[in-house]
């Protein structure tokens, strides 16, 4: 069973920068997928970002790209998402995911992913 925590949302004003950490147990980073998605009110869960675990490479959604970067610490078994240049409309709870088994053309199903954390509110403010 893997377990993923969410955390460093929070209140931040257009154009500034937060960053959020999923922490993983349960397996290694090297073994899983680990995918972003995030969900505003009203609206479906929409994929952010993903890394792969055996090779870390990185796929993000075209909302993002550009401003969102991911990193990993395999250390401490946790992936970030730095976001940069946030704007009103990435207001959204932000979920990290993860997969044990994951082909490269599913990297941005969340019926894909098994195991998602709780979610962390990112709030953005003009």
């Known amino acids: 069973q893997v377990s993923l925590v969410e955390s460093g949302g929070g209140l931040v004003q257009t154009g500034k920068s937060l960053r959020l950490s999923c922490v993983v147990s349960g397996d290694t980073l090297r073994s899983i997928t680990v995918g972003w998605f995030r969900q505003a009110p009203g609206k479906g869960r929409e994929f952010i970002a993903a890394t792969r675990g055996f090779n870390n490479a990185q796929y993000y959604g075209d909302s993002v790209k550009g401003r969102f970067t991911l990193s990993r610490d395999t250390a401490k078994n946790t992936v970030y998402l730095q976001m940069n240049s946030l704007e009103a409309e990435d207001t959204a709870v932000y979920y990290c995911?993860?997969?044990?088994?994951?082909?490269?053309?599913?990297?941005?199903?969340?019926?894909?992913?098994?195991?998602w954390g709780q979610g962390t509110q990112v709030t953005v403010s003009s």
């Open positions: 995911a993860a997969a044990r088994s994951m082909i490269l053309s599913s990297l941005s199903q969340e019926d894909k992913y098994n195991y």
